[in-house]
């Protein structure tokens, strides 16, 4: 019935900053959009000649997708990240990040007889998802310390999106050891994981988080970020081979099939580090030049070790921040859009042209 599933659902965040983004547009020099994390440079070359050279695929993509785009996720996680002990069979491609993270609930069966965990302040979408399944969600950093029946899933994020807060391993480590005394599925978005600036973030699959088990765990990856591939729709999930078995199972029902061009130019992307290590070098110097801006303007910068997006209050609220911004031409998000506790805060994404950044720290001085 037309409205029943979106009534429940609340109001699309960016759908309330018509009037703010109006006001950057009207920017002599025009708008430098912080707001979202959308990537804006090249793609790399390696991957576009891969997926060109697949692009002759008429016939259906495996869900479970192909060997060789599973090995080369084991492979880079082990490489980049050093995460032991994972199975090919234990890694599913998925279309974006945000698709598995807005399912996975329903797709595993929570419902209103569920809770799901998010973080205090956390990526919308985890609240979405316990919402679209019909499940009970809260707001924790802490779950292991929560009174009353203990949740069917917790979810982490670190570095964290909006914060870019990096947990500790012993952080990490006290959730998955609670986790598993009580049967609780740890659901770990590392979409942010390669972008560690003040402080090395941690895989919930690294062996001094999980002991190299990977039993009630699961690591959701995108190359988005790491490879600029928002526009391809590109990620996996890795850890609990029959968690991950589940989720094959049930997504083969449902045709959520990664395209065959797409697999191969994830295979490309996750075997070749040098442009991963470029882009990464980009973030890192438009980080350079934004902070101290940021700072400089009087916005304190909090908990951001990590990712691609400045935390930042004038102990005002966020809608007072976001306007006084908009009036110099740049967007931001409003803190409020994470979580009750980011009233006085914005994000500041770092994912925009060299230009452009040079733009915004120009009119912050």
Same mark, same amino acid.
């Given at each position: ?16 900053? *018509?009037? $703010?983004? /109006? !006001?950057? @547009? ?8 912080? %707001?979202?994390?959308? +990537? #804006? ?30 090995? *080369?996720? $084991?492979? /880079? !996680?082990? @490489? ?8 090919? %069979?234990?890694?599913? +491609? #998925? ?32 609240? $979405?998802? /316990? ?235």
């Amino acid at each position: 019935m037309p409205g029943g599933r979106s009534a429940a659902l609340p109001t699309f965040p960016w759908d309330t900053l *018509a009037e $703010v983004t /109006a !006001l950057a @547009r009207s920017h002599p020099d025009g708008i430098v959009d912080l %707001s979202v994390g959308t +990537p #804006v440079d090249p793609v790399a070359p390696v991957i576009r000649d891969a997926l060109a050279a697949a692009s002759s695929a008429p016939g259906y993509p495996t869900t479970a997708g192909t060997a060789a785009l599973r090995n *080369a996720a $084991v492979a /880079a !996680l082990q @490489r980049r990240y050093g995460v032991t002990g994972l199975r090919e %069979s234990a890694v599913l +491609p #998925v279309i974006g990040t945000k698709e598995v993270i807005a399912w996975l609930p329903t797709l595993l069966g929570l419902g209103e007889q569920h809770t799901v965990v998010v973080p205090e302040l956390a990526y919308p979408t985890y609240e $979405v998802g /316990a919402r679209l399944a019909g499940a009970t969600w809260m707001r924790s950093d802490t779950p292991q310390s929560l009174d009353g029946p203990a949740p069917a899933m917790v979810y982490l994020n670190s570095p964290s999106n909006p914060t870019g807060a990096i947990a500790t391993e012993a952080e990490l480590r006290a959730v998955v050891d609670w986790a598993r005394a009580h049967d609780v599925l740890v659901v770990s978005d590392e979409c942010y994981l390669g972008l560690g600036w003040d402080a090395e973030p941690r895989s919930v699959l690294h062996p001094a988080v999980c002991d190299g088990d990977h039993r009630g765990l699961l690591a959701v990856h995108s190359l988005s970020k790491t490879s600029s591939l928002a526009g391809y729709r590109a990620g996996f999930v890795a850890g609990d081979p029959a968690v991950v078995a589940e989720l094959l199972a049930v997504r083969k029902h449902a045709g959520m099939m990664v395209p065959t061009p797409i697999q191969a130019a994830m295979t490309a992307a996750l075997g070749d580090d040098a442009h991963e290590r470029e882009q990464r070098d980009r973030y890192a110097r438009r980080r350079a030049l934004l902070l101290p801006a940021m700072q400089a303007a009087g916005f304190t910068v909090e908990l951001s070790q990590g990712g691609l997006y400045l935390w930042a209050t004038r102990g005002e609220p966020c809608r007072n921040s976001l306007e006084w911004l908009a009036q110099r031409g740049i967007l931001v998000a409003p803190g409020e859009f994470y979580g009750p506790s980011g009233v006085q805060h914005v994000r500041v994404a770092l994912t925009a042209t060299d230009e452009r950044i040079a733009a915004a720290v120009a009119r912050l001085d």
